[in-house]
């Protein structure tokens, strides 16, 4: 799988936008970018995901490069329940859809969020 | 509640004991993985099911694992022999598909500890 490069840590102020970078110089062209968080004592939860397109939902933005090699993950106003570890993924399409694998994910480090209130 | 479901959310055990956890996915979803998590790492997967069928296995799943899912709804993961390697949180989650790019949903996992 290709490997993404997210900071280890950042930090936001309540009610201010968070914009969170991830570097993926070796996406192939199939693959999905994934965004999702870890609160505290719980399990991962999903984001938002796009391919190639910018992708907003009731909880993010997403905004992928033109070349697709970057994208940020775009929390308008931040709040304390946004505290948490976000992983980028890179997902390859999954078998039974023509793609080349099942659709693990597979998590790096990720980045801890904090928020100040 | 109609999530993920995962018994127990915590298991204190003895070195060299066996284990079982249980995963009740979302009903309609077809697609089952486990991941085991330890402390300061993302997830990591270890196995997959399509309904049923067991289709993919990490090279971490070593022969002391073992999972089913036997009719495609719940599923179990079995630990024989608990090495204190093994404490983690082992997590479930599951999917609908095709196509194959839905979100995954998570359980809160089970949190192993071997004394």
Redesign the interface.
């Known amino acids: 799988d290709a490997k993404t490069t997210q900071p280890n840590s950042m930090e936001s102020n309540e009610e201010e936008p968070v914009h969170l970078p991830c570097n993926h110089s070796t996406i192939s062209g199939t693959d ?1 970018i ?1 965004w999702y968080r870890q609160l505290p ?6 984001v938002i ?1 796009g391919l190639t397109s910018n992708v907003n939902n009731r909880m993010a933005s997403l905004a992928i490069a033109e070349d697709r090699k970057s994208s940020t993950l775009i929390l308008h106003r931040a709040t304390l329940r946004d505290a948490a ?1 976000y ?1 980028c993924i890179l ?1 390859a ?5 023509g ?1 080349t ?10 980045t801890i969020l904090t928020v100040h209130p | 509640d109609t999530g ?1 479901s995962q018994n127990p959310r915590h298991k204190i055990t003895k070195r060299g004991q066996n284990v079982t956890f249980r995963c009740d996915p979302i009903s309609e979803h077809n ?1 089952l ?1 486990w ?1 085991r998590q330890t402390l300061g ?5 270890l196995t ?1 099911f ?1 309904n049923e069928a067991q ?2 296995k990490s090279r971490l799943l070593s022969d002391r694992f073992s999972a089913e899912r036997p009719k495609g709804s719940f599923s179990t993961l079995e630990i024989q022999r608990t090495e204190q390697g093994d404490s983690a949180m082992y ?1 479930c ?1 599951s ?1 609908i ?13 089970t949190r192993l500890s071997i004394l």
Do not use: C, I, M, W
């Open positions: 999905y994934h004592s719980q399990g991962p939860e999903y995901h570890v992983y997902r399409p999954a078998k039974d859809a793609g694998s099942y659709g693990k994910l597979t998590f790096g480090q990720g | 993920v697609r993985y991941y790492q993302g997830p990591e997967f997959y399509q289709l993919e997590l989650a999917s598909g095709p196509p194959g790019n839905q979100p995954q949903h998570f359980g809160d996992g």
